[in-house]
Protein backbone atom coordinates (compact mmCIF):
# COMPACT_ATOMS: atom_id res chain seq x y z
CA UNK A 1 0.00 0.00 0.00
CA UNK A 2 0.95 3.35 -0.97
CA UNK A 3 0.32 6.76 1.00
CA UNK A 4 0.89 10.16 0.09
CA UNK A 5 0.91 12.60 3.64
CA UNK A 6 -0.19 16.23 2.25
CA UNK A 7 0.78 18.61 4.86
CA UNK A 8 1.13 22.33 5.48
CA UNK A 9 3.86 23.81 3.83
CA UNK A 10 5.31 24.84 7.06
CA UNK A 11 4.98 21.81 8.57
CA UNK A 12 9.37 21.66 9.10
CA UNK A 13 9.91 25.18 9.23
CA UNK A 14 7.42 26.24 11.90
CA UNK A 15 7.35 22.45 13.27
CA UNK A 16 4.30 21.71 15.64
CA UNK A 17 2.27 18.76 17.48
CA UNK A 18 1.21 18.04 13.59
CA UNK A 19 4.57 17.96 12.86
CA UNK A 20 5.02 14.73 15.55
CA UNK A 21 1.96 13.37 14.46
CA UNK A 22 2.88 13.29 10.50
CA UNK A 23 6.49 11.80 11.16
CA UNK A 24 5.57 9.31 14.04
CA UNK A 25 2.47 7.91 12.29
CA UNK A 26 4.39 7.51 8.88
CA UNK A 27 6.70 5.67 10.93
CA UNK A 28 5.22 3.07 11.92
CA UNK A 29 3.09 2.72 9.25
CA UNK A 30 6.07 1.67 7.73
CA UNK A 31 6.82 -0.92 9.95
CA UNK A 32 2.95 -2.16 8.95
CA UNK A 33 4.38 -2.21 5.26
CA UNK A 34 2.75 0.88 4.40
CA UNK A 35 4.86 3.20 2.08
CA UNK A 36 4.23 6.67 3.25
CA UNK A 37 5.51 9.82 1.44
CA UNK A 38 5.27 13.05 3.00
CA UNK A 39 4.48 15.59 0.63
CA UNK A 40 3.60 19.76 0.94
CA UNK A 41 0.93 21.34 0.19
CA UNK A 42 2.51 23.09 -2.41
CA UNK A 43 4.24 20.20 -4.00
CA UNK A 44 3.70 19.22 -7.36
CA UNK A 45 2.40 15.45 -6.69
CA UNK A 46 1.71 12.65 -9.10
CA UNK A 47 -1.01 11.13 -7.18
CA UNK A 48 -1.46 8.24 -9.87
CA UNK A 49 1.45 6.83 -7.46
CA UNK A 50 -0.80 6.27 -4.55
CA UNK A 51 -3.66 4.03 -3.99
CA UNK A 52 -4.73 6.73 -0.75
CA UNK A 53 -4.36 10.42 -0.19
CA UNK A 54 -4.04 10.82 3.57
CA UNK A 55 -4.75 15.35 4.34
CA UNK A 56 -3.94 16.60 7.76
CA UNK A 57 -5.22 20.15 9.12
CA UNK A 58 -8.97 20.83 7.45
CA UNK A 59 -8.72 24.49 8.94
CA UNK A 60 -6.45 25.39 5.83
CA UNK A 61 -8.86 24.29 3.43
CA UNK A 62 -7.17 26.43 1.22
CA UNK A 63 -4.03 23.70 0.88
CA UNK A 64 -6.53 21.13 0.16
CA UNK A 65 -9.54 22.13 -2.25
CA UNK A 66 -6.83 22.34 -5.10
CA UNK A 67 -5.68 18.51 -4.74
CA UNK A 68 -9.12 16.88 -4.22
CA UNK A 69 -10.55 18.08 -7.30
CA UNK A 70 -7.66 16.10 -9.25
CA UNK A 71 -8.01 12.67 -6.91
CA UNK A 72 -9.01 9.67 -8.81
CA UNK A 73 -8.67 7.90 -5.37
CA UNK A 74 -10.45 8.00 -2.21
CA UNK A 75 -8.94 10.36 0.45
CA UNK A 76 -9.03 10.88 4.45
CA UNK A 77 -8.52 13.70 6.44
CA UNK A 78 -7.08 14.17 9.60
CA UNK A 79 -8.74 16.91 10.99
CA UNK A 80 -6.80 18.73 13.82
CA UNK A 81 -9.46 21.46 13.88
CA UNK A 82 -8.49 23.74 16.55
CA UNK A 83 -10.69 27.08 17.30
CA UNK A 84 -8.36 30.34 17.53
CA UNK A 85 -11.25 32.51 17.53
CA UNK A 86 -11.68 32.94 21.27
CA UNK A 87 -7.92 34.04 21.66
CA UNK A 88 -8.31 36.04 18.12
CA UNK A 89 -11.58 38.16 19.29
CA UNK A 90 -10.23 38.47 22.41
CA UNK A 91 -6.59 38.90 22.89
CA UNK A 92 -4.76 39.63 19.41
CA UNK A 93 -3.64 43.27 19.22
CA UNK A 94 -3.47 45.41 16.36
CA UNK A 95 -5.66 46.41 13.24
CA UNK A 96 -6.78 42.86 12.70
CA UNK A 97 -7.49 42.48 16.63
CA UNK A 98 -10.37 44.57 16.14
CA UNK A 99 -11.78 43.01 13.04
CA UNK A 100 -11.84 39.66 14.10
CA UNK A 101 -13.67 41.12 17.52
CA UNK A 102 -17.02 41.44 14.83
CA UNK A 103 -16.55 38.11 12.57
CA UNK A 104 -17.21 34.44 12.78
CA UNK A 105 -14.67 31.96 13.43
CA UNK A 106 -14.80 30.79 9.92
CA UNK A 107 -14.81 34.10 8.57
CA UNK A 108 -11.41 34.57 10.91
CA UNK A 109 -9.54 32.16 9.44
CA UNK A 110 -10.70 32.86 5.96
CA UNK A 111 -9.19 36.36 6.48
CA UNK A 112 -5.70 34.83 7.95
CA UNK A 113 -5.54 33.20 5.37
CA UNK A 114 -5.85 35.89 2.30
CA UNK A 115 -3.34 37.95 4.07
CA UNK A 116 -0.82 35.10 4.42
CA UNK A 117 -1.65 34.59 0.75
CA UNK A 118 -1.04 37.83 -0.24
CA UNK A 119 2.14 38.12 2.08
CA UNK A 120 3.53 35.39 0.07
CA UNK A 121 3.96 32.81 3.01
CA UNK A 122 0.81 30.51 1.74
CA UNK A 123 0.12 29.50 -1.63
CA UNK A 124 -3.40 28.96 -2.83
CA UNK A 125 -4.14 25.26 -4.14
CA UNK A 126 -6.93 26.83 -5.69
CA UNK A 127 -8.77 29.72 -6.63
CA UNK A 128 -12.15 28.67 -5.78
CA UNK A 129 -11.25 29.03 -2.36
CA UNK A 130 -11.38 32.36 -2.56
CA UNK A 131 -15.23 32.21 -4.25
CA UNK A 132 -16.63 29.65 -1.14
CA UNK A 133 -14.86 30.61 1.69
CA UNK A 134 -14.06 28.88 4.78
CA UNK A 135 -16.78 27.25 5.65
CA UNK A 136 -18.15 26.00 2.54
CA UNK A 137 -14.52 24.67 1.89
CA UNK A 138 -14.44 22.85 4.84
CA UNK A 139 -18.26 21.66 4.15
CA UNK A 140 -17.02 20.27 0.45
CA UNK A 141 -13.58 18.33 1.67
CA UNK A 142 -15.72 16.53 4.20
CA UNK A 143 -18.33 15.95 1.57
CA UNK A 144 -16.11 13.90 -1.09
CA UNK A 145 -13.53 12.54 2.17
CA UNK A 146 -13.87 9.01 2.49
CA UNK A 147 -13.06 8.89 6.23
CA UNK A 148 -12.60 11.29 9.23
CA UNK A 149 -9.50 10.10 11.66
CA UNK A 150 -9.89 12.45 14.43
CA UNK A 151 -7.71 12.67 17.56
CA UNK A 152 -10.65 12.32 19.66
CA UNK A 153 -14.31 11.56 20.11
CA UNK A 154 -14.82 15.41 21.18
CA UNK A 155 -13.42 16.71 18.28
CA UNK A 156 -15.31 14.50 15.79
CA UNK A 157 -18.44 15.86 17.45
CA UNK A 158 -17.01 19.57 17.53
CA UNK A 159 -16.44 19.14 13.91
CA UNK A 160 -20.06 17.48 13.10
CA UNK A 161 -21.49 20.41 15.01
CA UNK A 162 -19.83 23.37 13.71
CA UNK A 163 -20.25 21.94 9.88
CA UNK A 164 -23.64 20.03 10.16
CA UNK A 165 -21.78 16.75 7.97
CA UNK A 166 -21.67 13.16 9.58
CA UNK A 167 -18.56 10.93 7.92
CA UNK A 168 -17.62 7.75 8.66
CA UNK A 169 -14.66 8.20 11.20
CA UNK A 170 -12.25 6.53 12.88
CA UNK A 171 -11.21 7.46 16.26
CA UNK A 172 -7.04 7.79 16.39
CA UNK A 173 -6.00 9.07 19.40
CA UNK A 174 -2.25 11.41 19.58
CA UNK A 175 0.87 9.47 21.06
CA UNK A 176 4.21 9.42 22.58
CA UNK A 177 7.38 7.36 21.31
CA UNK A 178 6.86 4.65 24.40
CA UNK A 179 10.72 3.61 23.84
CA UNK A 180 11.58 7.08 24.65
CA UNK A 181 9.24 8.62 27.24
CA UNK A 182 8.87 5.92 29.67
CA UNK A 183 9.51 6.67 33.92
CA UNK A 184 12.78 5.28 35.14
CA UNK A 185 11.50 5.72 38.86
CA UNK A 186 15.19 6.54 39.57
CA UNK A 187 15.56 10.78 39.18
CA UNK A 188 14.06 12.46 42.13
CA UNK A 189 11.26 15.49 41.11
CA UNK A 190 11.69 19.40 42.07
CA UNK A 191 8.47 20.25 43.19
CA UNK A 192 9.19 23.65 42.14
CA UNK A 193 10.78 23.19 38.77
CA UNK A 194 7.69 23.25 35.84
CA UNK A 195 8.39 23.24 32.40
CA UNK A 196 6.07 24.69 29.39
CA UNK A 197 6.77 22.61 26.10
CA UNK A 198 5.71 24.36 23.16
CA UNK A 199 5.80 26.48 20.33
CA UNK A 200 5.46 30.14 21.79
CA UNK A 201 2.42 31.83 20.38
CA UNK A 202 -0.76 33.50 21.34
CA UNK A 203 -2.49 30.31 21.05
CA UNK A 204 -0.13 28.84 23.83
CA UNK A 205 -0.27 31.88 26.30
CA UNK A 206 2.77 31.86 27.91
CA UNK A 207 2.14 35.28 29.19
CA UNK A 208 -0.38 34.58 31.09
CA UNK A 209 1.67 31.83 32.34
CA UNK A 210 4.77 34.28 33.21
CA UNK A 211 2.31 36.53 35.02
CA UNK A 212 1.07 33.93 37.52
CA UNK A 213 4.55 32.86 37.91
CA UNK A 214 6.41 35.60 37.78
CA UNK A 215 8.39 35.94 41.33
CA UNK A 216 7.23 33.04 42.51
CA UNK A 217 8.74 29.70 44.12
CA UNK A 218 8.61 28.28 41.16
CA UNK A 219 11.41 27.81 38.20
CA UNK A 220 9.33 27.90 34.90
CA UNK A 221 11.37 26.16 31.93
CA UNK A 222 10.12 27.79 28.36
CA UNK A 223 10.91 24.91 26.05
CA UNK A 224 10.38 25.62 22.78
CA UNK A 225 10.95 28.43 19.46
CA UNK A 226 8.73 31.19 18.38
CA UNK A 227 6.23 30.82 15.77
CA UNK A 228 7.19 32.75 12.72
CA UNK A 229 5.07 35.23 12.53
CA UNK A 230 5.28 35.85 16.78
CA UNK A 231 8.29 37.75 17.25
CA UNK A 232 6.44 40.50 18.95
CA UNK A 233 5.32 38.14 21.37
CA UNK A 234 8.25 36.06 21.76
CA UNK A 235 9.61 39.69 22.44
CA UNK A 236 7.03 40.81 24.77
CA UNK A 237 6.81 37.40 27.31
CA UNK A 238 10.97 37.76 27.35
CA UNK A 239 10.38 41.54 28.50
CA UNK A 240 7.72 40.97 31.43
CA UNK A 241 9.82 37.94 32.64
CA UNK A 242 11.18 37.63 36.58
CA UNK A 243 14.50 35.88 36.94
CA UNK A 244 12.69 32.59 37.55
CA UNK A 245 11.51 32.48 34.32
CA UNK A 246 14.01 31.01 31.57
CA UNK A 247 13.97 30.12 28.00
CA UNK A 248 15.30 27.60 26.43
CA UNK A 249 14.83 27.67 23.10
CA UNK A 250 14.06 24.20 20.80
CA UNK A 251 14.68 20.90 22.10
CA UNK A 252 15.06 17.41 20.43
CA UNK A 253 13.25 14.80 21.71
CA UNK A 254 16.02 13.11 23.21
CA UNK A 255 17.28 16.35 24.97
CA UNK A 256 13.40 16.82 27.02
CA UNK A 257 14.05 13.68 28.81
CA UNK A 258 16.25 14.83 31.29
CA UNK A 259 13.66 17.46 31.56
CA UNK A 260 10.74 15.50 32.26
CA UNK A 261 12.93 13.08 34.31
CA UNK A 262 13.50 16.07 36.76
CA UNK A 263 10.18 18.20 36.76
CA UNK A 264 6.98 17.75 38.82
CA UNK A 265 4.56 19.92 36.65
CA UNK A 266 3.88 20.67 33.00
CA UNK A 267 1.75 23.19 31.52
CA UNK A 268 -0.01 24.26 28.36
CA UNK A 269 -2.62 26.85 29.86
CA UNK A 270 -3.24 27.28 26.16
CA UNK A 271 -6.76 29.03 24.70
CA UNK A 272 -7.44 25.19 22.74
CA UNK A 273 -5.78 21.98 22.80
CA UNK A 274 -6.30 18.96 20.84
CA UNK A 275 -4.49 16.67 22.96
CA UNK A 276 -1.12 18.25 24.41
CA UNK A 277 1.67 15.82 22.61
CA UNK A 278 4.06 17.80 25.22
CA UNK A 279 1.46 17.08 28.12
CA UNK A 280 1.06 13.38 27.29
CA UNK A 281 5.41 13.03 27.43
CA UNK A 282 5.34 14.60 30.48
CA UNK A 283 2.62 12.31 32.07
CA UNK A 284 4.52 9.42 30.68
CA UNK A 285 7.27 10.64 32.71
CA UNK A 286 5.91 11.09 36.04
CA UNK A 287 5.45 15.09 35.94
CA UNK A 288 2.18 16.11 37.52
CA UNK A 289 -0.12 17.69 34.27
CA UNK A 290 -1.68 21.27 34.06
CA UNK A 291 -3.91 21.59 31.40
CA UNK A 292 -6.37 23.97 30.01
CA UNK A 293 -9.73 23.39 30.24
CA UNK A 294 -10.53 24.34 26.25
CA UNK A 295 -10.94 22.27 23.48
CA UNK A 296 -10.42 18.56 23.69
CA UNK A 297 -7.54 17.30 25.88
CA UNK A 298 -9.94 16.46 29.11
CA UNK A 299 -11.20 13.61 27.03
CA UNK A 300 -7.40 12.32 27.32
CA UNK A 301 -6.20 13.47 30.68
CA UNK A 302 -9.88 13.21 32.82
CA UNK A 303 -9.39 13.57 36.44
CA UNK A 304 -5.61 12.77 35.85
CA UNK A 305 -5.20 16.56 35.43
CA UNK A 306 -5.51 20.08 37.16
CA UNK A 307 -7.59 22.20 34.97
CA UNK A 308 -6.73 26.13 34.36
CA UNK A 309 -8.56 28.73 33.05
CA UNK A 310 -6.03 30.59 30.31
CA UNK A 311 -7.47 33.87 30.90
CA UNK A 312 -6.48 34.02 34.86
CA UNK A 313 -3.10 34.17 36.04
CA UNK A 314 -4.22 33.47 39.64
CA UNK A 315 -6.65 30.66 38.14
CA UNK A 316 -2.88 29.30 36.43
CA UNK A 317 -0.98 30.17 39.61
CA UNK A 318 -3.88 27.99 41.34
CA UNK A 319 -3.49 24.73 39.26
CA UNK A 320 0.11 24.79 39.08
CA UNK A 321 0.03 24.59 42.91
CA UNK A 322 -2.21 22.11 43.73
CA UNK A 323 -0.26 20.03 40.96
CA UNK A 324 3.14 20.71 43.01
CA UNK A 325 1.45 19.02 46.26
CA UNK A 326 -0.12 16.39 44.15
CA UNK A 327 0.79 12.62 43.85
CA UNK A 328 1.06 11.50 40.28
CA UNK A 329 -1.38 8.73 39.28
CA UNK A 330 1.17 5.57 38.29
CA UNK A 331 -2.58 4.10 36.32
CA UNK A 332 -2.77 7.02 34.27
CA UNK A 333 0.92 6.36 33.31
CA UNK A 334 0.31 2.87 32.27
CA UNK A 335 -2.56 3.86 30.12
CA UNK A 336 -0.60 6.35 28.24
CA UNK A 337 1.80 3.40 27.79
CA UNK A 338 -0.63 0.98 26.46
CA UNK A 339 -3.66 3.47 24.38
CA UNK A 340 -1.35 6.16 23.69
CA UNK A 341 1.68 5.55 21.69
CA UNK A 342 2.30 6.19 18.14
CA UNK A 343 2.52 2.32 17.68
CA UNK A 344 -1.02 1.95 18.03
CA UNK A 345 -2.23 5.26 16.28
CA UNK A 346 -0.75 3.86 13.17
CA UNK A 347 -2.28 0.51 13.92
CA UNK A 348 -5.95 2.49 13.92
CA UNK A 349 -4.99 4.50 10.55
CA UNK A 350 -4.00 1.32 8.90
CA UNK A 351 -7.14 -0.33 10.04
CA UNK A 352 -9.04 2.86 8.57
CA UNK A 353 -7.03 2.96 5.42
CA UNK A 354 -7.62 -1.29 4.84
CA UNK A 355 -11.09 -0.91 5.34
CA UNK A 356 -11.53 2.41 2.76
CA UNK A 357 -9.55 0.39 0.05
CA UNK A 358 -11.59 -2.69 0.74
CA UNK A 359 -14.71 -1.05 -0.13
Avoid at 52 to 63: E, G, T, W
Avoid at 241 to 254: M, R, V
Wanted: a positive charge.
Amino acid sequence: MRVAFITRSSLFSSAGGDTLQVLNTANYLGKLNVTVEIKMTHEKINYNEYDLIHFFSIIRPADILGHVKKLSQPFVITPLLIDYSEFDKQYRKGISGKIFRFVSADRIEYLKTIARWLRGREHLTSFAFLARGQRHSIQKILREAAMVLPNSQTEYEFLTDRYGIKKHYVEVPNGVESKLFTNSWKCEKDTQMVLCVARIEGLKNQINLIRALNNTEYQLYIIGKPAVNQKTYYNECQRIAAKNIHFIGHLTQEELVPYYEKAKIHILPSWFETCGLASLEAAAMDCAIVITHKGYAAEYFQDYAFYCDPSSPASIKQAVDAASASVTSKIFQQKISSEYTWQNAAIKTHEAYKKILSS
